[in-house]
């Protein structure tokens, strides 16, 4: 079946660092995947998407790659500050009854320390 | 734009009891989606719909129901709730581009 892993331990970073998470996925072949951010008690805000014929994308200081051999998105957040702590979602597309839906990983936290 | 909007967003319930939990949209979207989350796991897809009137099954449907009467709203339902049910309901649209916008979340408890 299906699977998604990300991290599922916290990743605790210094302020100015960049953080990179992982996002590794077995068993299909996404024709895209997306990353969402979630705070607590929030519902999930969409952040970049990325498409099986792209190896990267950028959006200020943000930057997903996708390595569809490793079968491997990473998701880099430069220069972090405080404001970017939070829980960090991996959904690869799949298909379902003709349409494209989302499998959803884990997500891991990260936290940004001043 | 109010965008994705949900109700309760709390709610206790015993066993056996049944409620309805109402999503609401205003930003004119073709696809609703309900998704259930747990400790430890992702989101897990329970129904969605591609257009008003039709529903469809996702990957957790067993022990609810959906209806999309209104292009607007995407209603789920529990009709006799049970414990493993417990869990923070999610609802979210899209439209074209493959975004997905989801509300703030319905914490349900039951006991």
């Known amino acids: 079946s299906q699977k998604i892993e990300q991290n599922s331990e916290a990743l605790n970073i210094q302020e100015g660092k960049t953080a990179t998470l992982t996002c590794n996925y077995t068993n299909y072949s996404p024709a895209y995947l997306q990353w969402y951010r979630q705070d607590p008690g929030r519902g999930p805000v969409f952040l970049l998407l990325i498409r099986e014929n792209e190896k990267e994308k950028r959006k200020e200081r943000l930057k997903v790659t996708f390595d569809t051999t490793l079968k491997q998105s990473l998701f880099h957040i430069t220069a972090s500050q405080p404001a970017d702590s939070a829980t960090y979602l991996c959904a690869p597309s799949a298909s379902l009854g003709g349409y494209n839906k989302l499998i959803f990983g884990a997500g891991t936290r990260l936290a940004v320390h001043p | 734009n109010a965008g994705v909007t949900q109700t309760p967003k709390f709610r206790v319930l015993k066993t056996g009891q049944s409620m309805t939990l109402l999503c609401a949209q205003d930003m004119n979207h073709e696809y609703m989606y309900w998704y259930r989350q747990d400790p430890g796991m992702g989101l897990r897809l329970i129904h969605y719909s591609v257009g008003e009137g039709t529903t469809a099954k996702g990957e957790v449907p067993d022990g609810y129901n959906v209806s999309r009467l209104k292009k607007q709203n995407f209603l789920l339902g529990l009709e006799s709730a049970a414990p493993s049910q417990t869990s923070v309901y999610f609802c979210?649209?899209?439209?074209?581009?493959?975004?997905?916008?989801f509300g703030p979340g319905t914490r349900l408890t039951v006991l």
């Open positions: 979210a649209s899209r439209q074209g581009s493959h975004e997905q916008f």
